[in-house]
């Protein structure tokens, strides 16, 4: 069993920073991608930032300059810094991973989702 947990959201006014933390645990050998997703209200999930194990960083362009993901392997943890927050940031936060749990040659690395937390910006 694996589970992904989240914390650090909340309400910030517009301007504002906020930190996602996301704790993969349980049976896990590896872990290769790990990013966070968002879904707003009456919005399709969309990428928002993502991490390799090696460190590749990719960032949806609405977020540039803004949001630093970050990762720490030692934990199976990432991280979203979320600076000059904005209304339109408003959504659901969920973290994903790719994970495999077994070291057996020929094991698959499986989607695992967070159960999400709630991100309100003010204007």
């Known amino acids: 069993q694996v589970q992904l947990v989240e914390s650090g959201g909340g309400l910030v006014q517009a301007g504002g920073s906020l930190r996602l933390s996301c704790a993969a645990s349980?049976?896990?050998?590896?872990?290769?991608?790990m990013d966070w997703y968002r879904q707003g209200p009456g919005k399709q999930r969309e990428l928002v930032a993502a991490i390799t194990s090696g460190g590749n960083i990719n960032y949806a362009d609405s977020v540039k300059g803004r949001f630093t993901i970050s990762r720490d392997n030692a934990k199976n943890t990432v991280y979203l810094q979320m600076n000059s927050l904005k209304p339109e940031d408003t959504a659901v936060y969920y973290c994903?991973?790719?994970?495999?749990?077994?070291?057996?040659?020929?094991?698959?690395?499986?989607?695992?989702w967070g159960q999400g937390t709630q991100v309100t910006v003010s204007s």
């Open positions: 349980g049976s896990i050998f590896s872990i290769n991608l």
């Open positions: 994903h991973a790719y994970i495999r749990s077994s070291p057996t040659i020929g094991s698959a690395y499986q989607n695992y």
